[in-house]
């Protein structure tokens, strides 16, 4: 009896965590903080400012017709037979949501020690908020791409979905995974040495020129250069495949990657947040020592 | 009554310094250790004790040392100590902020901390969204929160602008819809960081009307950490003693806090020596002293006691004149008054031999704070010569007098607060 009376702590607090000791219920128990977050993201995102979230259409609008200008036109790169605005706002609104994701995740230590340093509350919940409210953003964003896709239905053009675009909802899913897989290591990792968040920066640039954006992946085929065949490489990119399988479900572009690519980057994804996670949780207990 | 909070051997390791100029090498010399060798992590060994004061001997510093003690079920502990020794740091590991680096801590029970009031508001919500947001930082659901809402809004007394964007509110009024927040958690336990030092005296009344409702109603554990004696006079039952990083004393609150007022170094209301304090021409200070009247110089002087001041000195050779005149400074060294017995009360004229001398500061006069006292000696054979003038030889703190539950807490301006007479009469 008295054993059990002994044992009966609600909270432990210790130095450091087992290695896989996450708590996901502990999360759940917050979702109501969760949806709060997110509400105040979207909020409080374009308050007083005059075309409000209008930006979120301009911005890809501004993108797609520098790329049209400055790929299509000066560089020639062809679009696999796919109007241009379409190609490119295709790639551009996915990649969007992916960068917007993995800069904004990749700073919840740095962005947020304020409030991590006068209240706890499970720090994945960060992150996570993150990954969801850009979805509203990005849905206003594919809405612009129904739009034009759309008007050149109408007007006619060889662009014409088929039965892979069924995969739409996972293919976000995964967009959204790799972003906070990747973003949550980075974060872990640029609270104690703030180089590694320059470096990043840089990185996620170039990342989208090794991504099939400006130019069909099908381009790549049989370039070999210093020896590697470019194809190969481009696939191990783990958001080629989503973004390949996206542009032929929703355009026909190309041809389909494959399942076999296509479950290679969802393994990705997976232990990429779990590899994630392990680290995240590491390096939230002490964080605000070193941020 | 059962164990609410046990802390086991909590420590904490800060690092001096610049965090990012060599952490690397520092990481991979204690990777190296660790890991490889399969030894103890080298750092742990040489943490310095934390004295703010002195200048360390090692880049690393304990800012919490071996801190072990229980909280019993609905305590109200008041954590005090000097700024630095360690509360905050121990407050936030409490909190799950920060983790210790050695030591456990078990609790029963959801533990609320409340650090900062306002956390996570944002300027461009209104206040009603706000109040969701804060509530569920804190760990409330919105359940509980949409309870609530007519009470918290009602405690925070911002009706009228509940629906306007929080960038429109004042300071104060900031802080109250915060605190109102705050007040309205509910968890076992309750943390909770210099937070009533904020707002205007009626808000303050409210605010510790509201804790004492917490923790004496309620039975809740209550962990505070404050400056302010008289409000955690009033709110503790316990209290806990850190030190550079070390728990001194733990026990019984009204013990504490004495133990506290009288064990700060920069309070010295008592001097005296095998040498004499001064030694000039003749004239030697033996013993100089403020206490309270009849008591012992290590007992608390509250506003409402009755002040004596104890001189004791010798005269090799006799003198005259001879006086004594004292000054009074308030905290920030101004002088409030001066004072002399001479030529009033005692005659100028000495012979030789040991003299006590005992001034008595009435009641309910000096303001309570800390004082300091400038000591002056002189003759006057022909011209007038100064034997002694020795600044802040003394100081001594005066303690508020005991305040009713939910009365006003926070100091009245001025080093005097006299009780003068008032007669007030109904004319018509």
């Known amino acids: ?291 | 009554m059962s164990t609410a909070i046990e802390f086991n051997n909590i420590s904490k390791l800060y690092r001096l310094g610049l965090v990012s100029t060599g952490t690397l090498s520092h990481d991979l010399k204690r990777w190296w250790t660790m890991n490889i060798k399969g030894e103890e992590d080298p750092y742990l060994k040489i943490g310095s004790v934390n004295d703010r004061s002195k200048a360390a001997d090692s880049e690393y510093v304990w800012a919490l040392k071996d801190i072990d003690f229980k909280v019993e079920q609905g305590d109200v502990v008041g954590i005090i100590g000097k700024n630095g020794a360690g509360k905050s740091t121990l407050l936030k590991i409490l909190s799950k902020i920060t983790a210790p680096t050695t030591g456990t801590i078990k609790a029963k029970g959801r533990i609320g901390s409340l650090l900062e009031v306002g956390t996570g508001f944002h300027g461009e919500m209104t206040g009603r969204e706000n109040i969701y947001l804060n509530g569920a930082i804190l760990g409330m659901t919105k359940q509980e929160i949409a309870k609530k809402l007519d009470e918290i809004i009602d405690f925070s007394g911002c009706e009228l602008y509940i629906d306007t964007p929080v960038k429109r509110y004042s300071s104060g009024m900031t802080v109250r819809l915060g605190f109102a927040v705050a007040a309205f958690l509910d968890p076992e336990i309750l943390v909770v960081d210099e937070v009533l030092a904020v707002g205007d005296a009626e808000f303050q009344k409210k605010a510790i009307g509201k804790m004492q409702d917490v923790s004496r109603g309620e039975g809740r554990t209550v962990l505070f950490v404050s400056h302010n004696m008289t409000s955690v006079k009033a709110l503790c039952n316990r209290g806990v003693i850190l030190q550079n990083g070390m728990l001194i004393d733990d026990g019984e609150i009204d013990s504490i806090v004495t133990h506290y007022l009288r064990g700060d170094n920069e309070v010295d209301n008592y001097k005296a020596g095998n040498e004499p304090l001064v030694s000039k021409k003749g004239f030697e200070l033996l013993e100089i002293g403020v206490r309270k009247k009849g008591g012992n110089y290590i007992d608390v002087i509250r506003m409402d006691h009755e002040l004596e001041l104890v001189m004791r000195y010798r005269l090799t050779e006799a003198k005259d004149p001879f006086w004594i005149t004292l000054h009074m400074k308030n905290e920030q060294g101004n002088k409030i008054f001066s004072f002399t017995g001479s030529g009033r009360c005692y005659d100028r004229h000495h012979e030789a031999g040991d003299y006590q001398q005992i001034c008595t500061i009435p009641a309910n006069f000096l303001n309570w704070g800390s004082y300091a006292i400038d000591f002056m000696a002189f003759q006057q054979p022909n011209n007038i010569e100064v034997l002694a003038n020795e600044s802040d030889i003394i100081s001594f703190t005066i303690a508020n007098r005991q305040v009713a539950i939910g009365g006003y807490m926070g100091k009245e301006p001025g080093d005097v607060m006299p009780k003068f007479d008032f007669v007030e009469e109904k004319l018509k």
């Open chain 1, 1 to 291: 009896m008295k054993q059990t009376t002994e044992e009966n702590w609600t909270t432990v607090i210790k130095p450091r965590n087992k290695l896989f000791e996450v708590n996901l219920k502990e999360i759940w128990d917050y979702r109501d903080l969760l949806t709060l977050f997110i509400k105040r993201d979207i909020i409080t995102n374009y308050k007083q400012t005059i075309l409000g979230p209008l930006w979120w259409i301009i911005q890809p609008a501004m993108t797609v017709i520098m790329y049209m200008v400055v790929f299509g036109g000066i560089a020639g790169i062809p679009t696999d037979g796919i109007p241009q605005p379409l190609f490119y706002l295709a790639g551009t609104c996915m990649w969007q949501y992916f960068s917007d994701c993995l800069n904004k995740t990749s700073n919840t230590f740095v962005n947020n020690a304020g409030i991590f340093g006068k209240v706890y509350f499970p720090r994945l919940i960060m992150p996570i908020e993150n990954v969801i409210s850009n979805l509203v953003r990005f849905g206003i964003q594919i809405g612009l791409f129904v739009i034009v896709y759309i008007v050149y239905a109408i007007t006619g053009s060889n662009a014409c979905p088929n039965l892979y675009l069924l995969l739409f909802p996972l293919l976000v899913v995964m967009l959204a995974g790799l972003a906070l897989g990747f973003g949550i290591i980075i974060s872990s990792m640029t609270t104690k040495y703030r180089d590694l968040q320059i470096l990043f920066t840089y990185i996620v640039s170039l990342w989208m020129y090794a991504t099939p954006i400006v130019y069909p992946l099908s381009e790549v085929k049989g370039k070999v250069i210093a020896g590697l065949d470019l194809y190969t490489i481009m696939r191990i990119n783990p958001v080629t495949p989503v973004l390949e399988t996206f542009k032929y479900g929703a355009l026909g572009a190309g041809e389909f990657i494959g399942w076999g690519w296509l479950a290679y980057s969802f393994g990705f994804m997976l232990v990429l947040i779990a590899l994630g996670i392990l680290i995240f949780n590491k390096v939230q207990k002490n964080f605000m020592d070193t941020v």
